[in-house]
């Protein structure tokens, strides 16, 4: 395994999480947390747990998504804190 | 408020790190957890059930417990969203909005005004309208049932390959709130109603558990998929194999319906009229 990708794709996690807490705009975390999902998935497959980065591509990276936009929708966009 | 929860998170983070620590190597062969069962179920799963993918092999059969618990959770979600959510009693709107497909006038009609015949020129639209757009609708129309196969093949296939009732249910219930995204709320509604939707989700967990119940009947114990073999005409090793993919379809049908139950209710505050 390369080891590189693995540093690359965990730095990047960081960096999605982080942003997802630090966005004021609900949308861009929700979009962010997707980012952060599909990334973990990338990791899942990595370490050779498909079943799992499958079910993290279709659950985190997709219908999460649209469930966090919707709720997104029917509350306030902007965040408070 | 904002530094203790700030200061809380830095310090949980630095023990888990910490915690992190002493786990073992990542693939490390004489870890605990690959030293006691994990060889039996490698070893042994493919003599047992006839299920070359271990996971699916484990997660259904070896395990079922965990997985009608798992199911009957999501559908406890479903029913909790939808008890939390839906709002029964609702004030229609007064005003019904339709656009003339033509000429793309709104026309507004008051409560017990005279409706547009259902084939004719109008069509109803939500209060905040996005105009037509022929090339979201088009390009959904054409990859949705190409999405729905590949989601049927992932349930079917799960024991061969990555996937199961879980990521299968989860794409198919992810096409049709892909059609009432690119559609509308309505559309989707008539075509796949809530009470579809909610009878769909229990008879999946109906289905998982039903199953276990007929294998104690036949004079097995819960969930031993062997006792079907009569049923099936198969030998034991093969009704197991049988067995996991028909509680996968149960599973599949259970997620399904509770991923759209979710989402009518979510993107419509409850009122499923309009979603977004």
Request: hydrophobic share 50%; charged share 15%.
């Amino acid at each position: 395994m390369v080891w590189q990708f693995d540093v690359i794709i965990l730095t990047l996690v960081i960096v999605c999480g982080i942003g997802a807490l630090a966005v004021k705009d609900l949308i861009g975390a929700a979009i962010l947390f997707s980012a952060y999902s599909f990334l973990m998935c990338l990791l899942w497959a990595i370490m050779g747990a498909v079943d799992v980065a499958f079910t993290e591509a279709s659950v985190g990276a997709g219908v999460s998504t649209v469930l966090f936009v919707a709720a997104v929708f029917q509350t306030r966009r902007r965040s408070k804190d | 408020m904002k530094k203790t929860g700030l200061i809380m998170v830095i310090v949980t983070g630095i023990l888990l790190i910490a915690g992190t620590t002493e786990f073992p190597d990542w693939a490390d062969p004489n870890s605990p957890a690959s030293s006691h069962v994990s060889p039996y179920y490698i070893l042994k799963a493919i003599d047992d059930t006839a299920v070359p993918n271990v996971v699916s092999a484990v997660l259904a059969d070896y395990r079922g417990y965990d997985t009608m618990f798992e199911t009957a959770v999501i559908f406890a979600a479903g029913l909790a969203c939808f008890f939390l959510l839906r709002q029964f009693n609702r004030k229609r709107a007064k005003t019904k909005m339709y656009r003339h497909v033509p000429t793309g006038i709104i026309i507004d009609i008051d409560e017990g005004g005279k409706l547009p015949e259902e084939n004719s020129n109008f069509e109803r639209i939500d209060s905040q309208w996005t105009p037509y757009d022929l090339i979201i609708k088009t390009t959904c129309r054409i990859i949705i049932p190409f999405i729905q196969v590949f989601a049927l093949y992932v349930i079917i296939h799960g024991h061969h390959s990555p996937g199961g009732g879980f990521q299968g249910g989860v794409i198919l219930g992810a096409t049709i709130i892909l059609f009432a995204i690119s559609h509308d709320l309505r559309t989707t509604i008539k075509r796949l109603s809530e009470k579809m939707a909610s009878v769909f989700s229990s008879m999946g967990v109906f289905l998982f558990a039903a199953t276990g119940m007929l294998c104690l009947l036949l004079g097995s114990v819960y969930l031993d998929y062997s006792a079907l073999s009569d049923l099936l005409g198969t030998d034991p090793v093969m009704a197991r194999s049988h067995g996991i993919l028909i509680i996968e379809i149960g599973v599949g049908l259970s997620v399904m319906a509770v991923m759209i139950w979710l989402y009518y209710n979510l993107s419509s505050a409850g009122k499923h009229n309009e979603g977004l």
